[in-house]
């Protein structure tokens, strides 16, 4: 996962379904430089959400419930390369 675009991460799981998994691996993935706000809800009915912020303030949310940890990294990466991209041109 290209995490070097984050600035700000938002992530909401229930320690006790199967969204919790795929939530711990991405916070363990995340670079120091990210600000992250990390929240265990309490009710399995709660809204889960993982959601990134990128430094062009571009917003992207996933539910951990309805995906895999690869699934999200593909999904996140998708921004990140074009960030990439961006930046390999400025140079």
Do not use: W
């Not at 691996?25 to 993982?50: A, G, H, N, Y």
């Not at 949310?61 to 990439?84: A, I, Q």
Request: proline letters at 5%; glycine letters at 2%; one cysteine or more.
């Amino acid at each position: 996962m290209i995490t070097k675009y984050f600035t700000h991460a938002v992530v909401r799981f229930h320690p006790f379904t199967e969204g919790a998994r795929p939530a711990r691996i991405f916070l363990q993935r995340l670079p120091s430089s990210t600000k992250i706000d990390c929240k265990v809800v309490t009710k399995p009915t709660d809204k889960q959400e993982i959601k990134v912020t990128f430094k062009d303030k571009h917003v992207m949310s996933v539910d951990p419930t309805t995906m895999n940890f690869e699934d999200m990294t593909d999904y996140f990466n998708v921004h990140s390369r074009k960030l990439r991209i961006q930046d390999a041109i400025q140079d």
